[in-house]
């Protein structure tokens, strides 16, 4: 059986990460109440006492939880943005980095939830030749409001967002943007321009491009992710895609949507912010470190 520790298990991520492990007898959760999760002596002994760490935490908390640990045995996934780019980590995102690259790592960062989307189209379609590395990209997402922690929700909930939609991050230096250059294989930084919708959950991520062939793309990320139960590329047939799609489902769909005759081209990631860009993630990179099934808990 595997310990683990949720370090931060009050937030959204944690919560979430802790109803897919609640019932599952293959771990065993180290828990702290409201007191002592603020005792620094009894957080660095939960820390220390876990197999595995699972870091909900704002990103220099984060820092310092690794820090507190002092044996060589403890492994960590990170939640927060803090190591996403750092040496020494392994990106948390199996279907690119390869399973048993997570399988058999100590420091595992899990990606970002707009990231997620992102390099999930972009990164093989640059390593297939069909994106060049220095190409100059845009995405375009939304979120739902979860993902902007407890004071966007509760702005949400209680009606004073005063809105149905909004674009933020308009000074273009959103902290997703280094992995998703880094590890879309780019030497440009991506132009970001994510919103959030008054959606509790969902997410919708979208890279726009022009004299891209659609049959080609599409191939390519079907080769790429063939034999994925998590990540799929799916056929669109519909009008719309709303934000919604997967929401409650750890899970992501890839579509690739484009003119005939190649001149434009929208490559679109479906996937629930809390699930397969966040708390999901985490979940399968456990199972991989854990030497089950990647899939196994997850909701799919």
Request: aromatic letters at 6%; one cysteine or more; glycine letters at 10%.
């Amino acid at each position: 059986m595997t310990r683990v520790f949720i370090d931060g298990a009050a937030g959204t991520t944690g919560l979430e990460i802790e109803a897919r492990l609640r019932q599952r007898s293959e771990f065993d959760l180290i828990k702290l109440d409201d007191v002592r999760r603020k005792d620094a002596g009894a957080r660095r002994n939960a820390l220390n006492a876990a197999d595995v760490v699972i870091l909900c935490l704002p990103d220099d908390a984060a820092r310092e939880a690794v820090g507190l640990i002092d044996n060589p045995t403890t492994r960590v996934i990170d939640a927060s943005s803090a190591h996403r780019t750092a040496s020494g980590w392994v990106f948390g995102f199996p279907e690119l980095v390869g399973r048993a690259a997570v399988a058999e790592a100590f420091r595992v960062s899990n990606p970002g939830c707009y990231a997620t989307g992102f390099i999930a189209l972009v990164a093989p379609l640059v390593r297939g030749g069909l994106i060049d590395g220095s190409a100059r990209l845009s995405c375009n997402a939304v979120s739902g409001y979860s993902g902007g922690g407890k004071a966007m929700i509760a702005e949400f909930e209680s009606g004073t967002a005063a809105t149905a939609w909004r674009t933020y991050a308009l000074a273009l230096a959103h902290k997703h943007v280094p992995e998703m250059q880094l590890r879309s294989g780019l030497s440009r930084a991506p132009l970001f321009a994510p919103s959030v919708a008054a959606s509790y959950r969902g997410m919708i991520v979208e890279v726009p491009l022009f004299d891209l062939d659609p049959a080609k793309a599409r191939d390519t990320l079907s080769s790429f992710y063939d034999g994925s139960t998590i990540v799929r590329v799916r056929s669109f047939d519909e009008a719309s895609l709303t934000v919604e799609h997967l929401a409650g489902h750890d899970g992501m769909e890839l579509y690739v949507l484009g003119r005939a005759d190649g001149t434009q081209c929208r490559l679109v990631a479906a996937l629930d912010n809390l699930g397969k860009g966040a708390s999901g993630a985490a979940v399968q990179s456990l199972n991989l470190m854990a030497g089950l099934p990647e899939e196994a808990g997850l909701r799919l």
